[in-house]
């Protein structure tokens, strides 16, 4: 049986289960998903996986713009893999941090001649980054915090977002995933977003177990996808994907995982 045929086994064992016990409630946004369910799940197949490989991979092969290039025709997979735990980083072309998402959308532009990249919050581009990230699973996360003035100011700028209160809420990141960690919000706990805070608390550093596939929606998103939902369902102005305030919260994020291993596509609620 190919993988699309398992993992469609797979998934009506675990609606048939889903349905039996029903320890699912309402939650805004989804469905709450109890840990003896999200167990179940991680038992079996990540449907993230079969959308890295399947999609993502396939268009990582798949010539494409005036060129007639694919990705794989100038990176190989071993090269790609030790660079994308660098992400975000500085592209001195740009003067800028630009998120490895944008960084697909320029090889597009640039290197293969297409028109018209793939935009951030597409499946085409979702689908190239989770593959990324899936080739790179047991490497390391090592983003650049520090190394030139432009580096530091991101950095600084990424941290001022997640800390900064607004919306109606008055919330902000650091609300959440800093003060509020370890408490339970909507049937779920609320988790530090890096390694190890200093009081010694664990975290589930984040930014190394996405994109990564949601149950609740049964689709994979970005970590900056996360992040705009988060904003809204805490009454934000959800900031654009690829700005530079969305662009530096990932990296402040992504920062607070340095030395974590990529174990990606990530399987979450």
Request: with cysteine; glycine share 8%; aromatic share 8%.
């Given at each position: 049986m190919?993988?699309?045929?398992?993992?469609?086994?797979?998934?009506?064992?675990?609606?048939?289960?889903?349905y039996?016990?029903?320890?699912?409630?309402?939650?805004?946004?989804?469905?709450?998903?109890?840990d003896?369910?999200?167990?179940?799940?991680?038992?079996?197949?990540?449907?993230?996986?079969v959308?890295?490989?399947?999609?993502?991979?396939?268009?990582?092969?798949?010539?494409?713009?005036?060129?007639n290039?694919s990705?794989?025709?100038?990176?190989?997979?071993?090269?790609?893999?030790?660079?994308?735990?660098?992400?975000?980083?500085?592209?001195?072309?740009?003067?800028?941090?630009?998120?490895?998402q944008?960084?697909?959308?320029?090889c597009?532009?640039?290197?293969?001649?297409?028109?018209?990249?793939?935009a951030?919050?597409?499946?085409?581009?979702t689908?190239?980054?989770?593959?990324?990230?899936?080739i790179?699973?047991?490497?390391?996360?090592?983003?650049?915090?520090?190394?030139?003035?432009?580096?530091?100011?991101?950095?600084?700028?990424?941290k001022?977002v997640?800390?900064?209160?607004?919306?109606?809420?008055?919330?902000?990141?650091?609300v959440?995933?800093d003060?509020?960690?370890?408490?339970?919000?909507?049937?779920?706990r609320?988790?530090?977003?890096?390694?190890?805070?200093?009081?010694?608390?664990?975290?589930?550093?984040?930014?190394a177990?996405?994109?990564?596939?949601?149950?609740?929606?049964s689709?994979?998103?970005?970590?900056?996808?996360?992040?705009?939902?988060?904003m809204?369902q805490?009454?934000?102005?959800?900031?654009?994907l690829?700005?530079k305030?969305?662009?530096?919260?990932?990296?402040?994020?992504?920062?607070?995982?340095?030395?974590a291993?990529?174990?990606?596509?990530?399987?979450?609620?």
């Amino acid at each position: 049986m190919n993988l699309k045929g398992k993992l469609l086994l797979f998934g009506l064992a675990v609606i048939s289960t889903l349905y039996g016990v029903n320890k699912a409630v309402s939650q805004e946004g989804g469905q709450a998903i109890s840990d003896e369910d999200l167990a179940l799940y991680k038992s079996g197949i990540n449907p993230g996986e079969v959308f890295a490989q399947e999609v993502g991979g396939d268009l990582f092969r798949k010539p494409m713009g005036t060129s007639n290039k694919s990705c794989a025709s100038c990176h190989s997979e071993e090269q790609l893999k030790k660079v994308v735990g660098t992400y975000p980083k500085y592209n001195k072309d740009l003067n800028a941090v630009i998120s490895l998402q944008q960084r697909i959308q320029m090889c597009q532009k640039l290197n293969q001649g297409v028109d018209k990249p793939f935009a951030l919050n597409s499946q085409e581009n979702t689908a190239l980054v989770t593959y990324l990230k899936y080739i790179a699973s047991g490497e390391k996360i090592n983003v650049d915090t520090s190394s030139n003035p432009v580096v530091k100011d991101y950095y600084e700028y990424g941290k001022y977002v997640y800390e900064l209160k607004r919306g109606k809420r008055n919330l902000s990141c650091a609300v959440c995933h800093d003060y509020a960690a370890g408490k339970v919000l909507r049937m779920q706990r609320l988790a530090y977003l890096g390694v190890q805070r200093e009081d010694g608390m664990k975290g589930t550093a984040a930014a190394a177990h996405w994109p990564a596939y949601r149950m609740t929606k049964s689709k994979v998103f970005t970590l900056e996808q996360r992040f705009a939902q988060c904003m809204s369902q805490a009454s934000m102005k959800v900031l654009p994907l690829g700005s530079k305030e969305m662009v530096a919260l990932e990296l402040y994020v992504t920062s607070l995982a340095n030395g974590a291993t990529i174990e990606a596509p990530g399987l979450v609620r």
